[in-house]
């Protein structure tokens, strides 16, 4: 293992300087591997998996059974986790722009990677940020950026191409549900794909072919526990022996047994009116239409002015949100069905900003 740095300048003064941790597997002809946590800076399940994955990539390492180069940054956005706002932390968004960590990364074809770098010092921070982690990722084939929800089941959010191969992330990680989207959106995993789309197919017989870019999201904010990371670094393992990375029988088999969702067919449960919200569903449950999920308090002391929150239709509540005030639209669960959402997007789009 190396251990390199990614140097930000700072748009006023000063630098951050980001951990970057390079493997060097032994069959050039492996995939080459990308994982990085905490892009939403406040996001730490994924740092706690790397914080135990990391060891046993070591010894995989020494031991000679890494076959594939992986490059990790575990802990990758240093300008949102220094953002503190009253004593909260603010890491979706960069305060000064308001831009969101994982949105606006440049779309571009996968020759043209080296560009992202050109008189890169100039630009602004979060932006020389983003470029150097697309940058990275697309050296690799298996991208994997590690998120959260604010409460929510094992899943996976990833372009439709890759779905069923990617099955064996599933049975890896033990993923509860697998979210699909439809491209084209400039968050971070489809800036990758984006690139790989926009690039010659070469020997692979489809852009997808022995490739992946996802987001994980492993489970809710704080869901941050020795056991669920180890639990989570045996996923990675498995999954990158399932993928010839690493040699060996993959360390875990979980049937996987969830939902598969088009985003079309994620229904957003948003707050009709402000206030305190009592849940009577968490995420995992089935639900049908009719069903109770929570009830909304606008008056505290007055129920019959309460406003209860139905489910349009059948299927599996994924998440949740994690704050138990909103405000009027706000978003408070995301229920997978099979049925077309009640909430149209732009084909494209993300579920969130
Ligand atoms: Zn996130």
Not at 174 to 192: C, N
Request: proline fraction near 6%.
């Amino acid at each position: 293992m190396q251990t390199s740095e990614i140097v930000i300048s700072d748009d006023v003064a000063g630098e951050w300087r980001v951990p970057v941790l390079t493997f060097e597997g032994s069959d050039p002809k492996a995939p080459r591997v990308y994982i990085q946590a905490a892009l939403h800076a406040g996001e730490l399940p994924g740092v706690a998996a790397l914080h135990a994955f990391i060891p046993a990539l070591r010894t995989a390492e020494s031991e000679g059974r890494l076959l594939g180069d992986v490059v990790i940054v575990p802990k990758c956005n240093p300008i949102g986790a220094g953002q503190w706002l009253h004593g909260e932390l603010q890491g979706r968004f960069e305060i000064a722009s308001r831009t969101n960590f994982n949105r606006d990364y440049p779309l571009i074809a996968l020759k043209d990677r080296a560009s992202l770098l050109d008189g890169i010092e100039a630009r602004p921070a979060a932006d020389q940020l983003k470029r150097h982690l697309l940058h990275l990722a697309l050296g690799a084939d298996l991208v994997l950026d590690l998120h959260c929800d604010d409460e929510s089941q094992l899943y996976a959010y990833l372009e439709a191409s890759f779905w069923p191969e990617a099955i064996d992330l599933a049975e890896s990680f033990g993923l509860e549900a697998v979210l699909l989207s439809d491209g084209g959106s400039t968050a971070f995993e489809e800036a990758v794909t984006h690139a790989w789309k926009a690039g010659d197919l070469g020997a692979r017989a489809a852009w997808h072919e022995g490739r992946i870019s996802l987001t994980m999201e492993f489970r809710g904010l704080r869901d941050v526990r020795p056991d669920l990371a180890a639990k989570d670094a045996e996923g990675l393992m498995a999954f990158l022996q399932r993928r010839n990375v690493v040699s060996g029988e993959p360390v875990r088999h979980e049937a996987f047994t969830g939902p598969v969702a088009g985003l079309d067919y994620v229904q957003m449960i948003d707050a009709p009116k402000a206030g305190t919200v009592l849940f009577e569903k968490t995420f995992g449950d089935q639900v049908r239409a009719g069903d109770r999920l929570a009830a909304i308090i606008p008056t505290p002391g007055f129920p019959e002015n309460d406003v209860a929150i139905l489910a349009p239709v059948e299927g599996t509540i994924v998440t949740r949100v994690a704050a138990r005030f909103v405000r009027r639209g706000d978003n408070l669960m995301k229920i997978a069905s099979t049925a077309l959402s009640n909430k149209p997007r732009k084909p494209g789009g993300a579920l969130e900003d």
